[in-house]
């Protein structure tokens, strides 16, 4: 089946010609923290059947987005990567995920992606609000580590835990983030450290 087309000569249009269908940006989010095999792009991505992903992946390629390339022994696989002009695309999505905040209510069957994880708190993040402030934060839910360490403004997220460098620790699942993620620290989140801290990540990354 041939992708659809806008035949506009217009940049929004050809962007989306590329961009605007179904698991493109999703693929692109993935794709964001660094290179995938297939199957972590498959486990990443619950719901995408492997044609389609197969699909897009292609789709991607020729439009300069990604690359494929062969990791050599001693742990041999197939990865995709973002290209330069795929990198480009962050700023996008960060506005996109921000556009959409207000829109996370509490279907039940949402989940909750290890990188939307990651995206999640750049595009929660406030500037104005971390000026001058220096701090670590390290986020574990169900057992994948985050860290995000703001400094005067900025904010740098990382896979993996910041261990005793960490100003405030938080363990919690899924379930327990999203409600962290809607100004709710339940039972289902434990929190170590300064617990004035823990008010400052919440006005940092408006968690409230």
């Given at each position: 089946m041939s992708r659809r087309r806008y035949r506009q000569f217009c940049p929004l249009a050809k962007a989306l010609d590329v961009l605007g269908e179904r698991w493109t940006l999703l693929i692109v989010r993935e794709l964001?923290?660094?290179?995938?095999?297939?199957?972590?792009?498959r486990q990443?991505?619950?719901?995408?059947a492997t044609d389609l992903l197969a699909a897009r992946l292609r789709e991607l390629q020729e439009a300069g987005v990604i690359d494929r390339r062969e990791v050599?022994?001693?742990t041999p696989a197939t990865v995709y990567e973002l290209t330069e002009r795929g990198h480009a695309l962050k700023p996008t999505i960060l506005e996109l995920a921000r556009w959409g905040r207000p829109l996370l209510r509490d279907p039940a069957d949402d989940r909750l992606p290890d990188s939307a994880l990651l995206l999640g708190f750049e595009a929660a993040f406030h500037p104005d609000a971390a000026v001058g402030l220096d701090?670590?934060?390290d986020i574990e839910?169900?057992?994948?580590?985050?860290?995000?360490?703001v400094h005067d403004g900025?904010?740098?997220v990382t896979s993996g835990?910041?261990?005793e460098h960490a100003t405030l620790r938080i363990v919690t699942d899924r379930q327990g983030f999203m409600e962290l993620a809607r100004g709710h620290a339940g039972d289902r989140v434990r929190?170590?450290?300064?617990?004035?801290?823990?008010?400052?990540?919440?006005?940092?990354?408006?968690?409230?």
């Open positions: 964001l923290s660094g290179p995938k095999r297939y199957t972590d792009l990443g991505l619950e719901g995408l050599p022994p001693p701090e670590t934060y839910v169900d057992g994948e580590r985050v860290t995000v360490r900025t904010v740098d835990g910041a261990g929190i170590d450290g300064d617990a004035d801290a823990l008010v400052r990540l919440q006005r940092v990354f408006s968690l409230a």
